[in-house]
T-cell receptor, first 117, second 112 residues
């Protein structure tokens, strides 16, 4: 149980174009999902908290107009990187929150490697 | 700003050795999780600890939550090459719902 999928796993796009990444909780409903970014050999950096049916909450320094988040259902959140630039190249990972073991746990997708040329 | 410090950052050991990874904060966690991540993949949840002083075991891995719920440790007995990876602690600070704050990570390499 608690499986999260992410699509696509890898994407290469040209500078100036937009890319959409999907995150799905496959066997549970998640009112809250999270989007992270990870640079090589570093830990995860939280970008935003995605809440079903409401606006996402962005962390300080993350441009909400550049990283559009939509959480249209209890099993799907999407991250759209708009007008992508080479510096947006990174590993993007989503997670879905699940209440278990007496506390909220996060289950992660396999990640999306974005390369902007 | 709530910080979560993890040590050591890097660890290279031989198969069969024991090791301990530490995770510390000055703030209280409502819960803490340990993850392992392999290159190019998402983190995989290993354990969640909630109660101060709690000890959980997962085969050769032993997780301990500090009495004051401000720190945690992961001990691996008789490490194997399959244990190689990035170990991340992540805590939910009191009053922050399900939002996780991640530690800096410990990169473990176990060689034959």
């Amino acid at each position: 149980g608690a499986v999260v999928s992410q699509h696509p796993s890898r994407v290469i796009c040209k500078s100036g174009t937009s890319v959409k990444i999907e995150c799905r909780s496959l066997d549970f409903q998640a009112t809250t999902m999270f989007w992270y970014r990870q640079f090589p050999k570093q830990s995860l950096m939280l970008m935003a908290t995605s809440n079903e049916g409401s606006k996402a909450t962005y962390e300080q320094g993350v441009e909400k107009d550049k990283f559009l988040i939509n959480h249209a259902s209890l099993t799907l959140s999407t991250l759209t990187v708009t007008s992508a630039h080479p510096e947006d190249s990174s590993f993007y990972i989503c997670s879905a929150a699940w209440l278990g073991s007496g506390a909220y746990e996060q289950y992660f997708g396999p990640g999306t490697r974005l390369t902007v040329t | 700003t709530q910080l979560l410090e993890q040590s050591p950052q890097f660890l290279s050991i031989q198969e069969g050795e024991n090791l301990t990874v530490y995770c510390n904060s000055s703030s209280v966690f409502s819960s803490l999780q340990w993850y392992r991540q392999e290159p190019g993949e998402g983190p995989v949840l290993l354990v969640t600890v909630v109660t101060g002083g709690e000890v959980k075991k997962l085969k050769r891995l032993t997780f301990q939550f500090g009495d004051a719920r401000k720190d945690s440790s992961l001990h691996i007995t008789a490490a194997q090459p399959g244990d190689t990876g990035l170990y991340l602690c992540a805590g939910v600070f009191t009053g922050t719902a399900s939002k996780l704050t991640f530690g800096t990570g410990t990169r473990l390499q176990v060689t034959l």
